[in-house]
C-alpha cells in the first residue's frame, strides 16, 4: 500500500478536483460558514459599540455646550439690564426728562 500525500507545507487544501492549488476565499466561507458568520457577528457587534462609545462622548460634549450657552445668555442679560439702567440714569440727568420718557417706553416695550 502506498503511503498517503501529505499535506503541503504551503498550507493549500486539496479541493474538489484533487490538487493542492489553495482555495478561493468564497470556497473557504462557504467550507467554514460558522467561522465567518461568527467573524462578521463579532465585526458587527464592535463597530455598533463603537457608535455607540461614540454617540456618548457626543451627548457629554453637547451637554458641555448647552451648560456654556446658559451661562454666556445669563451674562449677557445681566450686561444687558446693566446698560439699561445706566442709560435711564444718564438720560434722567437731562433736565427736560424727555429722553428718559422715550428711554422707559423703550425699554418697557421690549421687556420678555
Known sequence: M???APPSAAGGVRNASGGDKPLGFLAN???RKQ?????????GILLLSCRS??????????TE???ALREEQETLTSRM????QSLLAEAAL????????????LF???SN
Do not use: V
Open 2 to 4: 502506498a503511503p498517503s
Open 65 to 67: 455646550d448647552t451648560y
Open 81 to 84: 439690564n446693566h446698560i439699561k
Open 53 to 62: 462609545l461614540g454617540q456618548k462622548y457626543r451627548i457629554h460634549d453637547l
Open 29 to 31: 466561507a462557504a467550507k
Open 108 to 110: 418697557d416695550g421690549e
Open 94 to 105: 437731562e433736565p427736560t426728562g424727555a429722553f428718559a420718557a422715550r428711554l422707559r417706553l
Open 35 to 43: 467561522s465567518f458568520i461568527q467573524f462578521f457577528a463579532m465585526t
